[in-house]
T-cell receptor, first 117, second 115 residues
Framework: AQTVTQSQPEMSVQEAETVTLSCTYDTSESDYYLFWYKQPPSRQMILVIRQEAYKQQNATENRFSVNFQKAAKSFSLKISDSQLGDAAMYFC??????????????FGTGTQLKVEL | DTGVSQNPRHKITKRGQNVTFRCDPI?????LYWYRQTLGQGPEFLTY????????KSRLLSDRFSAERPKGSFSTLEIQRTEQGDSAMYLC?????????????FGPGTRLTVL
């Protein structure tokens, strides 16, 4: 079974600064997807960014980028130019890419990000 | 609003009662998922439908839990004889099918409190 670990329960960042959230995972599969989801206080989960394991290039979405290290099974999220609206719980998630692997997402325990003025 | 909707948003019940939650997915999505999220934890997968067929169930889904998706549209999740340990946020998500990856869109959740 796959597991996802987020070792930082809380992180703080000053507005306009950069912060990196950590995630490690464990799997025996070679093909999979990794995601970062944001859950604001209203509780609706929003996809921030995704990475396909077969792609070596790190994904980027505007101010959000990832550092994907497949051999180390590490998948960190970097938020640049942090804004007050970035304050939320961030979840790292894994999904198998194999047809028989199911479609479920496996989530970490989350990192609460606080953005300070 | 064309997103995933869930009703009710909050439910308070007494231990031993039955509760039913509803999820309306995005209209063209044929895949529907249920997750459970307890305080301080990430969501945990419960079950998954493709159209009306329930294709996968987690071991978390005890025999007190049943989910249906008649006609492949909305879905219901019923919990019988609720226990205090069932208190959680129940999240629904939907996605398109076909390709190996399609984004799961989440609803706002139903928060269940069992007294």
């Amino acid at each position: 079974a796959q597991t996802v670990t987020q070792s930082q329960p809380e992180m703080s960042v000053q507005e306009a600064e950069t912060v990196t959230l950590s995630c490690t995972y464990d799997t025996s599969e070679s093909d999979y997807y990794l995601f970062w989801y944001k859950q604001p206080p209203s509780r609706q989960m929003i996809l921030v960014i995704r990475q396909e394991a077969y792609k070596q290039q790190n994904a980027t979405e505007n101010r959000f980028s990832v550092n994907f290290q497949k051999a180390a099974k590490s998948f960190s999220l970097k938020i640049s130019d942090s804004q007050l609206g970035d304050a939320a719980m961030y979840f790292c998630a894994y999904r198998s890419a194999f047809r028989g692997g199911g479609n479920k997402l496996t989530f970490g325990t989350g990192t609460q990000l606080k953005v300070e003025l | 609003d064309t997103g995933v909707s869930q009703n009710p948003r909050h439910k308070i019940t007494k231990r031993g009662q039955n509760v039913t939650f509803r999820c309306d997915p995005i209209s063209e999505h044929n895949r529907l998922y249920w997750y459970r999220q307890t305080l301080g934890q990430g969501p945990e997968f419960l079950t998954y439908f493709q159209n009306e067929a329930q294709l996968e169930k987690s071991r978390l889904l005890s025999d007190r839990f049943s989910a249906e998706r008649p006609k492949g549209s909305f879905s219901t999740l019923e919990i019988q004889r609720t226990e205090q340990g069932d208190s959680a946020m129940y999240l629904c998500a939907s996605s398109l099918g076909g390709a190996s990856y399609n984004e799961q869109f989440f609803g706002p959740g139903t928060r269940l409190t069992v007294l």
